[in-house]
């Protein structure tokens, strides 16, 4: 692009601002009461954590050193932007500096060290509650090889693909191996950050300013290391955000803007929020109408390129809609509380309310900061603020709309997704005007309140303890929320605590799913479990009986009930449960060994035997069964082998 074509692109486009001084005094002291205001409101609701204060009480889940630390950086930041509201620019002794001043171009070493004091500190940070989100599901079936679509096709097939250059160079698949994927792209979503902050101002060291608040939104928890499919979803939010403000700048085409779409889109179908940013986009662009024709057409082809690369089902892509109308079909079920008036008006908005504080404190900050200054204003219309107005309002209404049947606090890393764009345009509004210079105060406050709040929920989940602990608050049975999601919150404490083996908890928190979902049969199955660890085989066994009796498929149940019947000496019962267990499980190890125990305690040694034999045949190091050989048919009887 020649000089003259890119400073034209710019006087369209709009002035490249550099400041993050509200111009009106107003706009300034709302930035500071409303910091004021929120650092208090954190210091309460970090004293006693409750439900409904998930979005600000991540500090009273830390030890008290960390918490200090963290309430000591927002009163920091709350006096840093004090003292700079009530300076004088003029007499700030070399605190404000010109850009003209500071612009100098960073040593070609500065990136580099960046991204790796980037990456060790995302390592280091690693999520380390399995409670967050959905990261157990995710550890289950990458481990097993499992790669499901679901609403993510493109994130699915990430992973997939990342995986498998594990298992080519030969690493296992474990939690601190799959932890480097988020990593890589917390590493890419920075190189993003600072190219998206070229559009608020071309000063290298101004810049710093927006990449700070950019990489210190509540975001930046998906890259540590957490094992879900967001982090690539949040990359592609930023790569779409990118291409449409380098194409309204006229520095790029119109084609890689709707690629960035189409592939926003299939990483998650969150994405769809961005559709009407696009159409506006392509609406308002000064070209020919059969070029627009063409930029609509370009996301649509890439879309369907994609859905065709993958094979995906189109009755797949329906999947999630049918779940979320059913959720909300169910939303009031298991509240215990007047659903209209609480769920409609109220739950929205104190669950965006504290997604907000969770997210992006310091970006809603700005927005009322800029809203207060420019009221009663009148101002010529920038196209990079227009289209980032309207990738927030849909992604903000669609993030209001799943607080219904969902529980937000569970649900936070999708939510934050959505509301990407809202943070990305406080950044802006709040950079769009003013003098042009840039208090060092005020953007040492800002920043520290931003590192704060992401430190905050980063050091809790970095702690397993300090994790659990939040999850077990956040769906307290005070908490209001849909029945499926009770129950759903409930089993992966289940899950969790048969981790470590600690049965009374599972038994605790399986009669509270089955309490939410009573027609659920996987959570009488999950009682019935956790009844035999603790030993009391006949309660089990109803509990098992009553699973399918409900109509309970499940291979897990008939093999659990095979067992109760064993260890209460109902021999023949068991023996036609283990036997289902195969012909629905197919030959597994311990079924058959399962099998020929009973095969044994019903009179049919010669059967048992065989059984036995065959399972060593297929599987020589399954000591269960050599001992078994040993201990019942004599030693040697096991082909040679001695059990370990």
Same mark, same amino acid.
């Given at each position: 692009?020649?000089?003259?074509?890119? !400073?034209?692109?710019?006087?369209?486009?709009?002035?490249?601002?550099?400041?993050?001084?509200?111009?009106?005094?107003?706009?300034?002291?709302?930035?500071?009461?409303?910091?004021?205001?929120?650092?208090?409101?954190?210091?309460?609701?970090?004293?006693?954590?409750?439900?409904?204060?998930?979005?600000?009480?991540?500090?009273?889940?830390?030890?008290?050193?960390? $918490?200090?630390?963290?309430?000591? *950086?927002?009163?920091?930041?709350?006096?840093?932007?004090?003292?700079?509201?009530?300076?004088?620019?003029?007499?700030?002794?070399?605190?404000?500096?010109?850009?003209?001043?500071?612009?100098?171009? +960073?040593?070609?070493?500065?990136?580099?060290?960046?991204?790796?004091?980037?990456?060790?500190?995302?390592?280091?940070?690693?999520?380390?509650?399995?409670?967050?989100?959905?990261? *157990?599901?995710?550890?289950?079936?990458?481990?097993?090889?499992?790669?499901?679509?679901?609403?993510?096709?493109?994130?699915?097939?990430?992973?997939?693909?990342?995986?498998?250059?594990?298992?080519?160079?030969?690493?296992?698949?474990?939690?601190?191996?799959?932890?480097?994927?988020?990593?890589?792209?917390?590493?890419?979503?920075?190189?993003?950050?600072?190219?998206?902050?070229?559009?608020?101002?071309?000063?290298?060291?101004? $810049?710093?300013?927006?990449?700070?608040?950019?990489?210190?939104?509540?975001? !930046?928890?998906? +890259?540590?290391?957490?094992?879900?499919?967001?982090?690539?979803?949040?990359?592609?939010?930023?790569?779409?955000?990118?291409?449409?403000?380098?194409?309204?700048?006229?520095?790029?085409?119109?084609?890689?803007?709707?690629?960035?779409?189409?592939?926003?889109?299939?990483?998650?179908?969150?994405?769809?929020? &961005?559709?009407?940013?696009?159409?506006?986009?392509?609406?308002?662009?000064?070209?020919?109408?059969?070029?627009?024709?063409? /930029?609509?057409?370009?996301?649509?082809?890439?879309?369907?390129?994609?859905?065709?690369?993958?094979?995906?089902?189109?009755?797949?892509? /329906?999947?999630?809609?049918?779940?979320? $109308?059913?959720?909300?079909?169910?939303?009031?079920?298991?509240?215990? $509380?007047?659903?209209?008036?609480?769920?409609?008006?109220?739950?929205?908005?104190?669950?965006?309310?504290?997604?907000?504080?969770?997210? /992006?404190?310091?970006?809603?900050?700005?927005?009322?900061?800029?809203?207060?200054?420019?009221?009663?204003?009148?101002?010529?219309?920038?196209?990079?603020?227009?289209?980032?107005?309207?990738?927030?309002?849909?992604?903000?209404?669609?993030?209001?709309?799943?607080?219904?049947?969902?529980?937000?606090?569970?649900?936070?890393?999708?939510?934050?997704?959505?509301?990407?764009?809202?943070?990305?345009?406080?950044?802006?509004?709040?950079?769009?005007?003013?003098?042009?210079?840039?208090?060092?105060?005020?953007?040492?406050? &800002?920043?520290?309140?931003?590192?704060?709040?992401?430190?905050?929920?980063?050091?809790?989940?970095?702690?397993?303890?300090?994790?659990?602990?939040?999850?077990?608050?956040?769906?307290?049975?005070?908490?209001? /929320?849909?029945?499926?999601?009770?129950?759903?919150?409930?089993?992966?404490?289940?899950?969790?605590?048969?981790?470590?083996?600690?049965?009374?908890?599972?038994?605790?928190?399986?009669?509270?799913?089955?309490?939410?979902?009573?027609?659920?049969?996987?959570?009488?199955?999950?009682?019935?479990?956790?009844?035999?660890?603790?030993?009391?085989?006949?309660?089990?066994?109803?509990?098992?009986?009553?699973?399918?009796?409900?109509? !309970?498929?499940?291979?897990?149940?008939?093999?659990?009930? =095979?067992?109760?019947?064993?260890?209460?000496?109902?021999?023949?019962?068991?023996?036609?449960?283990?036997?289902?267990?195969?012909?629905?499980?197919?030959?597994?190890?311990?079924?058959?060994?399962? &099998?020929? *125990?009973?095969?044994?305690?019903?009179?049919?040694?010669?059967?048992?035997?065989?059984?036995?034999?065959?399972?060593?045949?297929?599987?020589?190091?399954?000591?269960?069964?050599?001992?078994?050989?040993?201990?019942?048919?004599?030693? =040697?009887?096991?082909?040679?082998?001695?059990?370990?």
């Amino acid at each position: 692009m020649t000089k003259r074509k890119r !400073s034209k692109a710019a006087r369209e486009a709009g002035p490249a601002p550099n400041s993050a001084v509200p111009a009106h005094p107003a706009g300034g002291r709302i930035l500071a009461l409303g910091a004021t205001i929120y650092g208090l409101a954190v210091a309460l609701a970090s004293g006693k954590p409750r439900p409904g204060t998930w979005g600000l009480d991540a500090p009273g889940y830390l030890p008290p050193a960390a $918490r200090l630390l963290v309430l000591g *950086m927002i009163a920091a930041g709350i006096v840093l932007i004090w003292t700079a509201v009530f300076q004088k620019t003029a007499d700030d002794g070399g605190a404000a500096r010109r850009p003209r001043e500071l612009g100098h171009h +960073f040593p070609i070493w500065a990136p580099v060290t960046v991204l790796g004091v980037t990456a060790l500190a995302l390592s280091l940070l690693h999520v380390r509650s399995f409670l967050l989100g959905d990261q *157990m599901v995710w550890l289950q079936n990458l481990r097993t090889g499992q790669f499901p679509l679901y609403s993510e096709p493109l994130a699915a097939v990430a992973w997939h693909g990342y995986v498998g250059v594990l298992g080519a160079l030969g690493i296992a698949i474990s939690e601190r191996s799959l932890i480097f994927l988020p990593i890589l792209c917390g590493s890419f979503a920075l190189l993003l950050a600072w190219k998206i902050s070229r559009f608020v101002t071309e000063d290298p060291v101004l $810049r710093l300013m927006p990449v700070a608040l950019i990489s210190l939104l509540g975001t !930046s928890q998906l +890259f540590c290391g957490y094992i879900e499919s967001y982090s690539i979803v949040c990359v592609a939010f930023l790569l779409y955000l990118f291409a449409a403000l380098r194409f309204l700048r006229r520095e790029g085409g119109a084609a890689f803007v709707g690629i960035a779409l189409a592939l926003a889109v299939g990483t998650h179908l969150i994405a769809l929020v &961005l559709i009407p940013s696009y159409l506006v986009l392509v609406l308002r662009s000064p070209v020919h109408a059969w070029r627009r024709a063409l /930029m609509l057409i370009v996301p649509v082809a890439a879309g369907l390129g994609v859905g065709w690369a993958l094979a995906l089902d189109p009755a797949d892509l /329906m999947r999630p809609f049918d779940i979320l $109308r059913v959720a909300l079909q169910s939303s009031t079920q298991g509240t215990a $509380r007047p659903a209209a008036l609480t769920l409609l008006v109220g739950k929205p908005l104190t669950e965006l309310g504290n997604l907000i504080f969770l997210v /992006m404190p310091v970006p809603a900050l700005l927005i009322a900061s800029h809203v207060v200054a420019r009221a009663g204003q009148r101002r010529a219309p920038r196209n990079d603020l227009s289209f980032l107005t309207w990738a927030t309002v849909p992604g903000v209404a669609a993030a209001a709309v799943l607080t219904l049947p969902g529980s937000p606090a569970q649900d936070w890393d999708l939510l934050a997704v959505a509301v990407l764009p809202a943070a990305v345009l406080g950044i802006f509004l709040a950079l769009a005007s003013g003098p042009k210079t840039f208090p060092r105060r005020l953007a040492l406050g &800002l920043t520290a309140l931003s590192a704060a709040s992401l430190l905050a929920f980063v050091l809790v989940n970095a702690s397993e303890d300090a994790g659990t602990r939040r999850f077990k608050t956040i769906i307290a049975p005070s908490t209001t /929320m849909s029945a499926h999601e009770r129950a759903y919150a409930n089993e992966k404490l289940v899950k969790y605590y048969t981790r470590r083996k600690d049965f009374d908890s599972v038994y605790v928190y399986a009669q509270r799913a089955e309490a939410a979902e009573p027609g659920n049969t996987r959570y009488w199955g999950n009682i019935g479990t956790a009844l035999y660890n603790l030993h009391r085989y006949g309660e089990a066994t109803r509990y098992f009986e009553e699973a399918l009796r409900k109509g !309970s498929d499940r291979v897990e149940v008939y093999y659990n009930l =095979g067992l109760c019947y064993m260890r209460t000496q109902r021999y023949p019962e068991a023996l036609k449960d283990f036997r289902i267990s195969v012909d629905l499980g197919g030959e597994q190890p311990k079924y058959l060994n399962s &099998l020929g *125990m009973a095969l044994l305690a019903t009179g049919e040694p010669d059967s048992a035997r065989a059984t036995w034999l065959y399972v060593l045949k297929q599987w020589p190091d399954f000591q269960p069964t050599a001992r078994a050989l040993d201990y019942y048919f004599g030693k =040697g009887s096991a082909g040679g082998r001695v059990p370990q």
